[in-house]
Nanobody
Framework: QVQLVESGGGLVQAGGSLRLSCAASGRTFSDYAMGWFRQAPGKEREFVATISRSGDSTYDADSVKGRFTISRDNAKNSVYLQMNSLKLEDTAVYYC???????????????WGRGTQVTVSS
């Protein structure tokens, strides 16, 4: 089992920045690729970014390319999502997830956190 706890969400003005963190516990963190997803009200949960086990490979959704950066620190059992140039449409609950390989599909991830709310205001 892997337990994941997200933090760092909040209210921010459009154009601002936030850094989300996800702390993992349980099994060996570096055994898992990690992903960030988000879910806006009335919408399906969508892929945001993923990072390999070692952190040397990442992949972002087109909607966040150039604005969001995923990273990880295996020594701290943590994954991060740096979000810059935030837009109103980035408002959502953000979830981190752990799985065996990098993936954009929700079903590829076995473990999920409970999420952290990000609200972008005008």
């Amino acid at each position: 089992q892997v337990q994941l706890v997200e933090s760092g969400g909040g209210l921010v003005q459009a154009g601002g920045s936030l850094r989300l963190s996800c702390a993992a516990s349980g099994r060996t963190f570096s055994d898992y690729a990690m992903g960030w997803f988000r879910q806006a009200p009335g919408k399906e949960r969508e892929f945001v970014a993923t990072i390999s086990r070692s952190g040397d490979s990442t992949y972002d959704a087109d909607s966040v390319k150039g604005r969001f950066t995923i990273s990880r620190d295996n020594a701290k059992n943590s994954v991060y999502l740096q979000m810059n140039s935030l837009k109103l449409e980035d408002t959502a609950v953000y979830y981190c997830a752990a799985g065996p390989v990098m993936a954009t599909r929700r079903g590829s991830y076995a473990y999920w956190g409970r999420g952290t709310q990000v609200t972008v205001s005008s």
